[in-house]
């Protein structure tokens, strides 16, 4: 199967291993004579470390080792990965707890047993002696103090553009909303993991269970242990989900390779779900207080928003991350002549937080369309309308917004935000949705539809590397630097590499997550991967193609420009028949023994893709649901999500990423939540407390994946497809249920949990 | 708590001889003393079902049982189901519907809809929406899992009409 791949929904190459138990997970990685490390966690929310008393877990039979923060004191802080500002700096965490607890579940020690069983017995046998300190829980309290002579408030966000305060003075009308999105977070499948092994012949430290962003970890770990980066690899296996939080680089990850450095003996770390829950990042948490400046037509003359960004207990790998694109989209798809936001980035003694799908945009879409939404209710126009008179233009783009993120100027690429938001309303039969659900209403029932309209960024550069080999077997190696956290990266590089080569995208074997494959990779985050990872292998591609026709045609005493590719042979393109050369046959010949000797031996090229700017996909979502009024449970009877992505290289995949994407925002917006007891104690320590959507809960989806608006920043066109499923889940929920009890405004906090629900219900 | 006992696990038909505590958890013991990693762990409180398996035909979560309480009874996990060169109906189906990404809850997933479908052919869609809710999934939103499943559970009912006809 060669020919036209892009744009085809072929099955999966990653598929046959994952659905034969043959898959290779973290917890399934082991070597001889490992350790396993058992991590004591804070108990506390707050408090000042007295001591740690490790007698009793040494003596347990079985226990190697056991360690607190003086045997790791040569690690540095974990430093930041992305948007570093100034003044995080001293917020970083250690990879153990020095003087000061912050948060429950931070590492205070950690045991090394020869079985990870005696490993969880000794955990609990370690004494941490501790004087409580009040703790801090809300990001918009009056700061408080971190350490001696440091507020609770490093840094804030500022982003700005156009004269706002002048808007606020001719506006007709000003709107005020304060608005609030839950504590949630990605949680994947698969807990982290990590195995780290000193490979003592070769002096290369190796750590297992990678994901994400593989080369800046390794990067980081040989810098921290003043190793060459060529003595310390990573390597990835299988991801079981990532979704912004899994990957990033954590202190367990630290701990496992110093201690295999130390002990000489391999070292292997497997998160339980209780840890995964109060350890690995959060994520969403913000309060907004936002103001808009409308015309008597209900456009936007000016946005001004603060916010207070719950940072929890230290500022991790992402930094100003995810205030600083929730303050740079809040925008999204409207003109806003004049926006200024100001993110307070405030620790807490909770969990600390990182990027999760859509990160900053999930709340900041629920900001700005809750905002269209009382724009609309308040001058009395309807919200699509509002929406309509507010949206940038086709005609306007590229738009530039003037103001950057994630080291980038915004320039929305390419897009016809109103044509999307006609079609989408077209699709769903608005108008005879709204008499039917007037009709029910009328009857008694409280159902309501909402809708939102939102933009997300992809693509995030600024380069990307991959080498494409076709071996004497005629197959075909695609080694990149990105990586797979389950989305399917294999297939998506295979059918870009397949149809620019001309080979059955079956016999490519795409590499990812292995530093010592190639020198360079970013990984797999922000939507980047098809867009940044997919060019860089077209380009590749396209060179292995030009050399195999140029060797081929000496081969077939052919003009070259006759020639094509298909199904791994050469052939004339201008003939049914005639002579032709399989690509192994022409790797044969490019072998460096080949006689005659070739000018740059071997079937392979390298492809750099560069890119300065995001590319910029677009959606709508539109929820129907049912309010019970009893219960005040949200049932969802109709969900459909639109989305442009430019080009679909397959649309099956697209579409799994959307619908996957939106129950991810289903449970964020209607029962995720990560909540603490007045001590700081988390309560959201089980997967029966933190209550994620099953297929009870999940509706049947409708998506409509659109092609409208290639972008111009790449050749394919392509736009990332990830994020956009989950971007607007809660403000277009939160609208229909404003629609179905016939309260506009009447959401302002995510998740709209059916007690929040039934206490509006009661007012009402 | 290190007395460990000798007992035999019967996974897919081979028997295991191991030596385990009583303490051990079914789904340890299958991963670590029988080599069987296809089978996963993402709770151990039972309630995700990444770790389901078929003990005496039935779907249990192998993180709540000790794998003594499992000695000598005849488990199935999904190394017992197709192969990737020749994949099961089920298999194949999740395949076809794109009902996974990253694959973790997929083995629970089969295994859960082997023992359902084994006991229960005729199974309703509705109540299979309720079957397949004792399991999470993290990355697909459940609708490909459900396609997929339906479809299976149609085709077996097809081929029995038809052999019965």
Redesign the interface.
Known sequence: MSGKLIGRSV??L????????????A??V?FPHQLHMRIVRSAYAHARLVAIDTTQARRL?GVYAVWTAADVAHVPPIDFRLTRIDGLEPYRQHVLATDRLRYVGEPVAVVFADDP?VAE?AADLVEVEAEELPPLLRADQEPGEFAHGRRTEPAVVHKEYGDVDAAFRVARTVITLDLEIGRHS??????RGAIARHDRARDVLELHGAAKVPHWNRDQIARMLGRAPATVQLYEG??????GIRGELYPEDLLVCVAALKFGRPVKW?E??REHLIAANHSRQQAHHVRAAVDAAGRILAIDDAFFHDQGAYVRTHAATVPDLAAAMLPGPYRVPAYRAVGHIRLTNKTPCGTYRAPGRFESTFVRERMLDAIAAQLGIDPIEVRRRNLIGAAEMPFRRQIDTLGTEIVLDSGDYAGLLNQTLKKVGWDTLQQRLRARRSAGELVGAGLAVFVEKSGLGPFDQVHVTVDTSGAVEVVTGAAS????VETVIAQICGETLGVNYKRIRVVHGQTDRIAYGLGAFASRVTVMTGEATRIAASKVRAKAIETAAELLQAPADALDIVDGRVVRADAAAGPSIALSDVARALAPTANPRPREPGLSAEGWFHANHMTYPYGVHIAVVAVDRDTGAVSVERYLVAYDIGRAVNP??V??QI??????GLGGALFEEFLYDERGEPVSV???DYL???????P??EVVITEDAPSPLNALGVKGAGEG?ANAVGAALAAAIDDAIGRPGAVTQLPITPRRLRELLRKS | MSDKREITLIINGRSYAVRVEPRRTLVDAIREECGQTGTHIGCEHGVCGACTVLLEGAPVRSCLMFAVQAAAKEIRTVEGLGSPENLNPLQRAFMEHHALQCGFCTPGFLMLVTGVLEREPDISDDELIDVLASNLCRCTGYQNIIKAVRAVAHDMRQARSTASA
Not at chain 1, 20 to 25: E, R, V
Not at chain 1, 238 to 243: M, P
Not at chain 1, 692 to 698: C, F, L, Q
């Open positions: 099955t999966r990653e598929d046959p291993p994952l659905l034969t138990g043959a898959g290779c997970f917890a399934d082991s039979p069983y017995d990605g949680v994947p499948l698969e807990t299988h991801v079981g989900g990532g979704f497997i339980d779900r956290v389950g989305q399917g099956m995949l579409e799994g619908v996957g994407g939106f129950v991810q089980t997967f029966a994620m959507p099953s297929a009870r809960e999940a049947r989806t499923g």
